[in-house]
């Protein structure tokens, strides 16, 4: 069992993330599951305090799931508006409003937080239906 009590370096993440590797495959019940556990712990809060991971753009979400689906720009005017509405909001050049974040999470399944980002605080945000502050 190596001794690694807090990683505080990216040296202490490299030598846990070795000590995974070596230890990935314990079977349950071996001696290094509950060492392989707490590693795995470690990296996850070392890494979301120095490696935070961003959001990504609405837009560009809405683009990469318009993809999946094989739509068209088109096919977002009952979410959006007009196909003038569409381009503009796929271009960047109008906001997303909380109507469109909902009806597009609804058609695209897009997580709407992915879609409206904005602080949960806000009194718009407390506006949300339950089941959507959730998602």
Avoid at 44 to 49: F, G, I, K, L
Avoid at 57 to 76: C, N, R
Wanted: net charge negative.
């Amino acid at each position: 069992m190596t001794e690694l009590q807090y990683i505080r370096s990216e040296a202490d993440l490299e030598r846990a993330l070795a000590r995974i590797e070596e230890i990935f495959f314990v079977g349950e019940g071996a001696p290094e599951e509950k060492e392989l556990e707490d590693l795995v712990a470690q990296v996850r809060t070392y890494e979301s305090a120095n490696f935070p991971s961003e959001m990504p753009e609405p837009v560009e979400t809405i683009k990469f799931m318009m993809e999946q689906a094989g739509y068209e720009p088109e096919d977002l005017i009952s979410c959006i508006g007009s196909s003038a509405e569409v381009l503009k909001v796929l271009s960047g050049e109008q906001p997303i409003t909380l109507t469109m974040a909902v009806r597009l999470h609804k058609r695209l399944e897009i997580p709407l937080k992915l879609l409206w980002p904005h602080n949960e605080n806000t009194a718009v945000a407390k506006e949300f239906p339950a089941e959507l502050q959730a998602q």
